[in-house]
């Protein structure tokens, strides 16, 4: 009976040690993220220059991403179908045109012609080019007359739609087809381009940021470093001793990421009248973007582990320089 009531007690005993262990853990967490938070806040000078680093280092990528989603938006608003101009011969009758006109409407790939005469295209020629006497002072007129094609979600894609153009060309009254699509490749790639360049600005800056963080933690361990000594002395493991600072490092990078989002959010705001004005000028809805509470999250969520991965780096690195003697 006395061995089962001490195997008893035993087995109590390091239930309630396994017990306090796990709780003693989880109040130092805690103890180490309020008390690196109060550290922060009783050097208000150097925590503030900190925090603005990362929050310029994140603004700037974050600003430019949004700039361009904007871009996109505005040049998906616009009518980016493309278009297939026909210009006939100079000597093509109105019979046969009437004819083209008809057998073009049957086909599958086109959606909508537009005829243009040559009157017509000589009248808004005049009006847009300015010369207008110059132009009055010919006898005949240069201009022909014009087919403007706007194909169907058939022909849409450049494969497509460079052979229909080459079906249109075969026609005997055609002089020549161009296909007006270049704008619209021409600005898809110039949105790739702006996105590979904010990600490689993107990635420079966030080593700048991990390289603030890491040179803050490496002060602070340095102003800390009899503390450090003592803690070791006494049995302080590194894990021990490094949860302060992981803390403050990410309380850097999370102070960091809501400063950048509030500026982003200043800087859009701030040009948000000018940008309405300017598109009810065009008769255009356009609205723009900002970040938004999703991106106003993962804007924070990104600065809090680059400032948690640069101290995480920072301590691994001098931490293991300090040893008591």
Do not use: C
């Not at 009531?5 to 309630?16: F, I, L, R, Y």
């Not at 361009?68 to 616009?78: E, F, K």
């Not at 008809?102 to 086109?110: A, F, W």
């Amino acid at each position: 009976m006395a061995r089962s009531d001490s195997s008893g007690k035993g087995a109590v005993h390091s239930k309630t040690s396994l017990t306090d262990k796990v709780r003693s853990y989880w109040l130092h967490h805690r103890s180490s993220l309020l008390g690196s938070l109060m550290r922060l806040l009783s050097t208000p000078g150097q925590t503030l220059m900190t925090t603005l680093v990362v929050a310029i280092a994140l603004a700037l990528p974050a600003t430019l991403l949004v700039s361009l989603s904007n871009i996109q938006q505005l040049g998906d608003s616009w009518d980016a179908s493309p278009k297939v101009s026909v210009y006939l011969n100079l000597r093509a009758r109105d019979a046969a045109i009437e004819q083209l006109l008809e057998r073009l409407q049957k086909l599958p790939e086109v959606a909508d012609v537009q005829y243009l005469s040559s009157e017509q295209v000589l009248a808004d020629f005049q009006r847009l080019s300015g010369f207008g006497e110059a132009l009055e002072a010919l006898e005949d007129n240069p201009l022909p007359a014009t087919l403007i094609i706007t194909p169907g979600l058939a022909a849409v894609e450049p494969e497509a739609l460079k052979r229909l153009g080459d079906k249109i060309a075969g026609e005997a009254i055609v002089d020549e087809v161009s296909l007006d699509m270049e704008w619209v490749r021409r600005l898809r790639e110039l949105m790739v381009l702006g996105k590979k360049i904010v990600a490689a600005l993107a990635a420079l800056l966030a080593l700048g940021v991990l390289l603030a963080i890491g040179n803050t933690i490496r002060l602070a361990i340095e102003n800390r470093r009899d503390e450090i000594i003592i803690a070791k002395l006494v049995g302080g493991t590194n894990g021990f001793v490094r949860r302060p600072f992981i803390y403050i490092g990410g309380w850097y990078g999370l102070m960091g990421g809501a400063l950048a989002s509030l500026l982003v959010a200043a800087g859009f705001w701030i040009i948000q009248d000018t940008v309405a004005r300017l598109a009810l000028l065009y008769q255009s809805d356009f609205q723009l973007d900002t970040l938004g509470i999703g991106g106003t999250l993962k804007l924070i969520g990104l600065g809090t582990l680059l400032g948690w991965l640069g101290a995480w780096l920072a301590v691994g690195r001098h931490l293991a320089q300090i040893e008591p003697r």
